[in-house]
Each structure stands twice: as structure tokens, then as C-alpha cells.
């Protein structure tokens, strides 16, 4: 059995190593990284050098990428080694798939995707404020309602639902959400006997915080559906 390491603070380069990577998965640039975080761009600049890093400055970037914990960057931690990581890494891979994710900025183009899929998965990614997640449920209450029932709009009919799309796209778009999504081909069996296959699409619609939108999504590599 391996003995787990000790807790020890990051060093300067661990933390520079930590700031690129988690900058890197989420596809920010350096200032995108100091106007999200409030530091200033020289500031980045020396932490992703190896330079020093104060406590408020660690601080502001676990805030930066969303940590649980802000003092993430100060505490002593058992930091793995490379065969903990490679091992963890090589699960992650086997368990789960990248999506790429796309903008979703217009109301005709979610009923679009409405219309190409069979089911979908939607969800907001961060605690949205009440007055947001309801429009967000809106939103999703409304093309899951025009995906069951789209051959029976009239084109009149779908110029409105259109626009009625676009009004809450443009509201969460205001009250800082921003909406991405991704589609997934997947195979979906009844529990009968011999039962065949069958191949549907799944289409993600996730909220992000406006400036901290990915451009993948993972999912679990396991999505067959049985009924």
C-alpha cells in the first residue's frame, strides 16, 4: 500500500503550474484571468512565472475558478505524485468524455436543436440566483414543450416562439448567464429481451457564469438509457 504523502504548503511553482492548468481547462487568457479575479495582469504574469503569490492574491484566484474553498492555495496539502495523477487522470479518461460545447445565443437556434433531439439534459452549472433559475426553467419548460409538439406549429407560431426563446436568452444574458450547449449521439435499450437499440440524440443546455463559459463538457462515457 502506497503511504499517502504528508500535507505540506505548494510551493511558488507548484501554484504557477496550478494557476496555467486551471486557466488552461477553462480556455481564459491571462486577462481574462485578471478581470475575473480582480488582480491585476502583471500580478498573473509573476504568479504563472514562479514569482511570489500573497495570501489575498491566492485567494482571489480560488475565487477565480470557483473553489469551494478560497484558502485552497494557502492550506498545507498532500500534493500526489505523478503516478497518483497519471492513475487519476487515466480513470477520468476511462470513465468520461469530452463535448465540445458551443454559444447559444439566439431563440431560433435552440428550437433548432429542439427539434433535432430526443431527449435533453439541462441544467444550470452554478447556484443561480431565484429569479434566474426560474427564467432558466422557463426557458427549458418552453422548448421541451415545443420539441414534443413541433410539426403542429404553424410558421407564424414558431416566429413567436422564437422570439419568446430570444427574450429570456437576452434576460439570463443581463442577469450574467451564459448559455452553452452540446449535443451526444447515444444508444438506448428497453429492458425486453432481444430488444433493439435505439439511437437517439441528447442535447446539454448548461448555464455558466458569463466570462467563465468552457469550451468542452464532460460526461459520463456509460450514457446507455434503459427503460
Not at 498545507?76 to 480513470?91: F, T
Not at 476511462?94 to 437556434?109: K, V
Not at 426557458?139 to 430570444?166: G, H, M, N, P, T
Not at 428497453?190 to 455558466?208: C, D, G, H, K
Request: hydrophobic share 40%; glycine share 4%.
Amino acid at each position: 500500500m502506497t503511504t499517502p504523502t504528508p500535507p505540506r504548503p505548494l510551493t511558488t511553482g507548484e501554484i504557477a503550474a496550478l494557476i496555467r492548468h486551471f486557466r488552461g481547462m477553462r480556455h481564459w487568457s491571462q486577462e481574462q484571468l485578471a478581470e475575473i479575479s480582480g488582480l491585476n495582469i502583471r500580478t498573473i504574469q509573476r504568479v504563472e512565472q514562479g514569482g511570489s503569490a500573497s495570501f489575498d492574491t491566492r485567494r482571489a484566484l480560488a475565487r477565480a475558478f470557483d473553489f469551494d474553498d478560497i484558502d485552497s492555495f494557502n492550506k498545507p496539502i498532500s500534493v500526489p505524485s505523478e503516478d497518483e495523477l497519471r492513475g487519476a487522470k487515466e480513470k477520468f479518461d476511462r470513465e468520461n468524455i469530452m463535448l465540445p460545447a458551443f454559444s447559444l445565443t439566439t431563440g431560433r437556434q435552440l428550437a433548432q436543436l429542439a427539434e433535432a433531439c430526443e431527449m435533453d439534459l439541462s441544467e444550470p452549472v452554478f447556484d443561480l440566483p431565484r429569479d434566474a433559475a426560474e427564467l432558466f426553467a422557463e426557458l427549458v419548460d418552453a422548448f421541451r414543450e415545443y420539441r414534443e409538439c413541433s410539426e403542429l406549429y404553424s410558421e407564424v407560431q414558431r416566429i413567436d416562439l422564437y422570439e419568446d426563446l430570444q427574450s429570456k436568452i437576452d434576460e439570463l444574458k443581463a442577469k450574467g448567464v451564459s448559455l452553452r450547449y452540446a449535443e451526444r449521439k447515444v444508444q438506448v435499450g428497453a429492458r425486453i429481451l432481444n430488444a433493439e437499440l435505439m439511437p437517439m440524440t441528447v442535447l446539454y443546455v448548461l448555464a455558466f457564469q458569463l466570462g467563465k463559459e468552457p469550451q468542452q463538457i464532460a460526461t459520463p462515457r456509460s450514457a446507455q438509457i434503459s427503460f
